[in-house]
């Protein structure tokens, strides 16, 4: 099997059974944030809702409408986010940029994730792919 149909395999796999789809049980209050963000390009959106406690990323989910590089993207950021600290959560969040700028990147810290890197070749979609992680950041944010 070449690798880019691998990775298309992965990257559907999320699309198709995406991980941390929906809302954070209690709805949002002192530990639990919302960001909402739209790709300005198509119009699709994403909810991003992190729970953090004590630095870390105790539980996140999302919902969203988008393509399938889009929501494979948030479903892959928030399995790798989910129960690390803020901070690596967003050193990730870096390696993915990278990523997108076709810069080299950690691999081994990507996982699954690395199976988006040849979006980097298609501009038009590297929206796509970073605007959960742009959701990620501004939650991030939000925080401090
Ligand atoms: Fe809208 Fe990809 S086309 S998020």
Known sequence: MQLDDLYRQ???DHYQHPRNQ?????GVGDETLSVDLKNPTCGDEITLQMKIEEGLVTDVRFKGTGCSISMASASMMTEAI????????????????KMMKGEEFDADRMGDIE???GVCR?????KCATLAWHA?????????
Do not use: Y
Not at 22 to 26: H, K, M, N, T, W
Not at 122 to 126: G, L, M, N, T
């Open 82 to 97: 989910k129960g690390k600290p803020v901070e690596e959560a967003l050193a990730l969040a870096e390696e993915f940029r």
């Open 10 to 12: 992965v990257i559907m």
């Open 115 to 117: 199976a988006l890197a």
């Open 136 to 144: 990620l950041e501004r939650g991030a944010d939000k925080k401090n």
């Open 22 to 26: 929906g809302s954070i049980e209690g």
């Open 122 to 126: 298609f501009p038009a979609r590297i």
